[in-house]
């Protein structure tokens, strides 16, 4: 048995191999108030609650952490999960409690409370910056709880919209890639689904033809380190394809025309203006080929639906904002088998 | 379900207060001296001849030559989540009730050397006002963000950010040893409160009081313990568990409503 742990944040993520099989364990890490653990008795502890007194073969962890006392535990020194996501070099969005990481990219630490009019430029209804403040300020303190109303599930995603959008910023090369995995908390836990194409589009802004894959269980930096020390035992797990397919995205600057061939006798036509959002309900598995035409181009391609359908962003300029609009048009619509 | 513990008050047989007078002065005690709170601990020759108290009851363990002495005392540390300033001392006051706000109006004059106790810091003008009188510090439940951040005051947030109640044990307990001379040191998020050895009252109700620190950071979730709980729309408040589901826990909060919470959502109060 193997274990490869994601250290950082307000839960560990401990994914457990087994020959052929896996798993993945979340050991919640409480807050940061006192009494509080040291890091190899957080250590002992994670992989306690993970697989109990059984001794694992080798174990593995990512995380800001460094101490002699990890000898005992660890087959090989902590690594940065940066570095190792980097090393991984799979296509990625992780927005985590201590990293924001997007395709090599990446930001250790933000403050958020410091960052509140950002947060309220993402958030559809109006709040007092104090309430903003203080609720990332206190997640400092209490990072362990989770999302319950509305608003906190809204502030989390304004907050990861501007820690992605950060990350570009800093970074200002275009994403070259036609898909991203997304991972991380606030992205994993999504109550739906579509809420996650909806953060990643705001955020990262693709242009064209884009596909968006979910990693629900949060495995991806563990698998990551995995991956450096044990290359072949991560590409079996790769190989049983443990994320989910959200879909593919389609992205316009301006009005577009769509038809749609689902192989029925006629294609199905589209038209989506300059400021809409719109989920097209693609089948999971169900291939379509796609034109399409606006004032200045034209083209066609082939796609495979997903969890959430096909969606056409013709928002344009106006993806910088966040609208109640946007969220139902993706949000109300029916989602497909995995 | 296990759930984090948080321990808002400690009983320390061994805690240590230092007692510092500055470059120049002239220690009065040796190692090893039996000292009373009202006890001199040093001196400072300048144009005015300035005389140091102990402090607290104990024992000098350590002499700094000059400078400073280091007293070993038994406390009740009240630890906080979060602090900021410098390590102030000055004598308890409580200026608002666990749940309300410190208002401008009760901060005056006589506050001047008082380390003020209350619910929450509702405005940034308190701050100051406090400052300007000669407030030591502010030991309460929260207050916002950006007048925590801009204060210069001694302060010490029990529970978090915004206007959590001050939880109600650690309230009742300060309220008990109101006018004693107290310790706040923000960046160990504590507030030290020394046992009087030779008075067995207060002595006997320190101890009654307080448990010793805990070693567990996690514990089982049981119905009847008492939590805390950190949802945004009760942020901070206490409670005690009602009944244990499967992933989420029913908590009849202090005020008598009774919610239903992730277990992730609320911490164990020792």
């Known amino acids: ?338 | 379900m296990l759930c984090p513990v948080i321990q808002k008050i400690v009983f320390n047989k061994k805690a240590f207060v230092e007692r510092r007078l500055g470059d120049e002065s002239r220690l009065l005690v040796k190692k090893g001296d039996k000292v009373r709170p009202f006890d001199f601990v040093g001196e400072i020759r300048d144009t005015v001849r300035q005389r140091l108290t102990a402090g607290v009851s104990g024992e000098i363990v350590k002499l700094i030559p000059g400078k400073a002495v280091l007293v070993q005392t038994s406390a009740v540390i009240v630890r906080g989540v979060i602090g900021k300033g410098e390590d102030s001392e000055g004598e308890i006051k409580i200026a608002a009730g666990d749940d309300a706000p410190i208002e401008l109006s009760v901060i005056d004059a006589e506050c001047a050397g008082d380390i003020l106790i209350g619910g929450y810091v509702p405005t940034l003008e308190v701050f100051k006002k406090a400052e300007a009188v000669g407030v030591k510090g502010i030991v309460c439940g929260g207050t916002d963000f950006a007048c925590f951040k801009k204060t210069a005051l001694s302060t010490l947030l029990t529970e978090g950010f915004g206007r959590p109640p001050l939880n109600r044990e650690v309230f009742e307990f300060l309220k008990r040893v109101e006018g004693r001379h107290v310790f706040l040191s923000p960046d160990q998020e504590g507030l030290l409160v020394a046992i009087h050895l030779d008075g067995e009252e207060s002595h006997r109700e320190l101890l009654e009081a307080q448990p010793e620190e805990v070693a567990e950071v996690f514990a089982e979730l049981k119905e009847g313990t008492g939590v805390q709980v950190f949802t945004s729309e009760n942020f901070g408040q206490g409670g005690k568990a009602a009944k244990v589901l499967k992933d989420t826990v029913e908590v009849l909060l202090d005020g008598g409503e009774k919610i239903e919470v992730p277990g992730r959502n609320v911490g164990i109060i020792k």
């Open chain 1, 1 to 338: 048995m193997i274990l490869s742990i994601d250290f950082g944040g307000a839960v560990a993520k401990v994914l457990v191999i087994k020959g052929e099989k896996f798993n993945v364990v979340e050991v919640p890490l409480g807050f940061r108030t006192r009494p509080r653990m040291s890091i190899p008795e957080t250590l002992r502890y994670i992989i306690k609650q993970a697989v109990g007194d059984k001794k694992p073969s080798a174990v593995y962890v990512s995380g800001e952490i460094a101490s002699v006392e990890l000898k005992e535990f660890l087959t090989e020194p902590a690594l940065d999960p940066i570095e190792s996501l980097e090393k991984f070099g799979l296509p990625a969005v992780v927005v985590g409690a201590g990293i924001t990481y997007v395709n090599g990219r990446a930001r250790r630490g933000d403050n958020l409370a410091l960052r509140a009019e950002e947060i309220a430029h993402w958030l559809p209804f109006g709040i007092k910056l104090s309430e903003i403040q203080n609720f990332f300020a206190n997640k400092e303190i209490y990072p362990q709880p989770i999302p319950v109303t509305d608003k906190e599930i809204k502030l989390e995603e304004a907050a990861a919209r501007v820690r992605i959008r950060s990350v570009i910023t800093d970074y200002p090369s275009p994403i070259t890639t036609d898909y991203i995995i997304a991972s991380g908390g606030v992205l994993s836990k999504a109550s739906n689904p579509a809420r996650v194409v909806l953060m990643i589009l705001d955020a990262l802004q693709p242009e064209g033809l884009f596909n968006i894959f979910l990693d629900r269980s949060q495995m991806l930096p563990a698998l990551a380190v995995l991956s450096v020390f044990e290359e072949r035992g991560a590409q079996k797990i790769l190989d049983q394809n443990p994320f989910t397919f959200l879909g593919p995205t389609f992205s316009v600057s301006e009005e577009v025309f769509l038809k749609i061939d689902l192989g029925l006798p006629e294609p199905q036509e589209l038209e989506v203006a300059l400021g809409e959002l719109v989920l097209f309900p693609l089948e999971t598995r169900k291939l379509a080929k796609v034109s399409f035409k606006t004032k200045v181009q034209q083209g066609e391609f082939e796609v495979e639906g997903g969890f959430c359908g096909l969606t056409i962003d013709a928002r344009g300029d106006e993806r910088t904002k966040m609208s109640r609009e946007w969220e139902e048009a993706l949000c109300s619509a029916r989602l497909f088998k995995k």
